[in-house]
């Protein structure tokens, strides 16, 4: 790092005696360290999402005299669903109506499906749901509904135009127009834009703004921000936009990835299938869980289910079946398999950053298990493979060996260091 | 020990970096990212746990919230003292939205029904132990025993950054303290 620190105040904590006191020194001594992936990681992750926030940003000289005029209602749920009464609804920025404002929209606000809250929905508003709660969004010709995690705002709702942006998160869109061909709905996301003309589809939007979408019946056109052709997606198909063309890493990423696929379709006439790298597959699975534990019947058919669907090339269907898993109560190793393959899905589309934060989640439920283990052997390889980041990677093998130094993947964690310029390394060999 | 300084005003330095950040620099971004993200990331392991993966969410929003207000920093305290007062009641809000929603997880375990998480590896024992009971004192004890017995904040800073009174964080220094000397000696098992 080659910035300066900043001027801290050095302060001196009090000395206490006793446990407290043991407790405060051990913490004192011991504080949790940032290791250089995570580091590198975050700032790019921070780089990343204020150039997308960047479309609503006005001057810094203008910031103290200018507030933004959009209504910003955040519909937040908190604590579980038991404490569905303790919801917070507030109202941020300037209240002021536009001249073109409709009171059109509805929207309720529900938590296991109970509804616990419900409003008018106006342009210019901006609905996001909390942790535990999902939204319903009725607009007359049109139902939306919002996941946890999502973040929409209505721009324009006028009887022959719905606009909205997905700023973040999933939205499930049924669209029925009683007037065919007059009545046009069209969602902006950090990718491009998705125009209807009466379909029901689901879209999913991460932090960048990278767009897949998940046609169930009709069709919808797709105008990519980049100035791509537009494309069309019909029902039982789903495409993905990137929000942009990445860094020179990520540029390298795809182009890696598209030449793999470019000899995968060349080997079959099949559509493109689902092609997890097979030699890290393989490696990974060389280590057995320490736990043992048998998977129920359910469970082994859900992760069937969701492989077969990544065979197929339906990843944002797999991937939230997979979600599910892995936030579900089920043993820590079954919620570690979700988790790698929806790395390994996130890979095989070249969505590297998802990818890694997939296999850092799985390392991190069992950090002290073999399943977490092979987590972040899989974290370093996709780092050295696909990210071509060896500093990155060589501190994910390091994090690896640091945790596991005898485990089964450690000796090829350290030839890979070897491999890395790590000549400390390269003694065994 | 390190010597006790006062508290710095930001430099013209800080504030420029700031105002460059906000207004869409990414050097600028990452530059400041790089000068307090080993501290501000600390904090809010020390309030959520070192395992957490709501860490890096918190100081990912907790930057993006200061790049967001950065016409209300008034430049009286250092930028490293701001950010930190963000990163702190971000991590805060996170530790009681957990907190809440694991009520029935503690209950379980305290009549025997549940499991303690798992043990991480040997060599991390004696910071995972002080982090595991740091981990059961509820969240605003777990916050003032960081920032004041860990971190060696006073309570009027303490109070400045959360808005919490003194004589507040002052109770609830002694109940953690106590709860903490209580599980050192063995006779709390939550």
């Not at chain 1, 590297?352 to 439920?365: G, P």
């Not at chain 2, 605003?140 to 904040?153: A, I, K, N, S, T």
Request: charged share 30%; glycine share 8%.
């Amino acid at each position: 790092m080659n910035s300066r620190p900043p001027h801290h105040t050095m302060r001196v904590p009090p000395q206490v005696d006793g446990g407290s006191g043991v407790i405060a020194r051990e913490l004192r001594e011991q504080p949790p360290a940032l290791d250089e992936v995570r580091r590198a990681r975050m700032e790019r992750s921070l780089a990343q999402a204020w150039r997308m926030h960047g479309a609503a940003r006005v001057p810094l000289s203008r910031l103290r005299m200018q507030r933004p005029s959009a209504r910003v209602l955040w519909v937040a749920s908190i604590g579980s669903a038991a404490a569905g009464g303790l919801l917070a609804l507030s109202l941020l920025g300037d209240s002021a109506p536009t001249a073109s404002r409709m009171g059109v929209g509805h929207f309720e606000l529900r938590i296991d499906d109970a509804a616990v809250q419900s409003g008018a929905v106006s342009e210019g508003q901006v609905l996001e749901t909390g942790e535990h709660g999902r939204i319903e969004v009725d607009l007359q010709i049109a139902r939306l509904q919002l996941s946890r995690g999502t973040r929409v705002r209505f721009d324009r709702l006028s009887e022959p135009e719905l606009r909205l942006s997905l700023l973040k998160g999933r939205l499930d869109v049924d669209f029925h127009p009683s007037r065919k061909g007059e009545q046009h709905l069209a969602i902006e996301t950090g990718a491009g834009r998705v125009q209807v003309v009466g379909t029901r589809f689901v879209l999913d939007v991460d932090a960048l703004g990278n767009t897949e979408v998940q046609v169930s019946e009709g069709v919808v056109e797709l105008l990519p921000r980049s100035g791509a052709p537009a494309r069309r997606v019909a029902a039982g198909e789903h495409a993905y936009l990137r929000a942009d063309d990445g860094d020179e890493s990520e540029r390298s990423v795809r182009a890696a990835i598209e030449q793999k696929l470019r000899t995968l379709e060349g080997a079959t006439a099949e559509p493109v299938p689902f092609q997890p790298d097979m030699d890290l597959s393989q490696m990974v699975d060389l280590e057995p869980s320490a736990s043992g534990q048998r998977p129920s019947r359910a469970i082994t058919r859900k992760l069937e289910a969701a492989r077969r669907l990544l065979r197929q090339g339906r990843h944002a269907d797999a991937r939230a079946r997979l979600r599910g898993l892995a936030e579900s109560g089920i043993a820590v190793r079954f919620r570690v398999e979700a988790l790698t393959l929806i790395a390994e899905s996130y890979t095989a589309q070249g969505d590297v950053l998802h990818a890694a934060k997939a296999y850092r989640r799985a390392a991190e439920l069992s950090p002290g298990d073999p399943a977490g283990h092979n987590a972040r052997f899989a974290l370093a390889r996709l780092l050295e493979r696909y990210a071509h980041d060896e500093v990155a990677a060589a501190a994910a093998y390091k994090h690896y060996l640091a945790r596991a130094p005898r485990g089964a993947l450690a000796v090829q964690a350290r030839q890979a260091l070897c491999r890395l310029d790590q000549s400390e390394f390269c003694k065994d060999r | 020990m390190t010597k006790l300084q006062p508290a710095k005003a930001a430099s013209d330095e800080e504030r420029e970096l700031l105002g460059r950040a906000a207004s869409g620099d990414e050097l600028a971004v990452r530059e400041l990212f790089r000068t307090h993200v080993t501290r501000l990331h600390r904090q809010a392991a020390r309030i959520l746990g070192g395992d957490d993966p709501d860490v890096e969410d918190v100081v990912q929003q907790a930057f993006l919230a200061a790049l967001d207000g950065a016409a209300k920093f008034d430049g009286r305290s250092s930028l490293s003292t701001w950010l930190f007062g963000i990163t702190t009641r971000r991590a805060l809000d996170a530790a009681r939205s957990r907190w809440r929603r694991q009520r029935w997880n503690r209950l379980a375990e305290s009549v025997g029904i549940g499991s303690q998480s798992m043990q991480p590896d040997q060599g991390y024992q004696l910071r995972a132990d002080a982090e595991s009971m740091l981990g059961k004192l509820p969240p605003e004890q777990r916050m003032v025993f960081v920032l004041h017995d860990v971190e060696g904040y006073t309570f009027a800073e303490i109070s400045g950054m959360t808005g919490i009174g003194i004589s507040s964080l002052h109770g609830r220094l002694m109940a953690a303290r106590k709860r903490l000397e209580r599980m050192t000696d063995g006779g709390e098992h939550e």
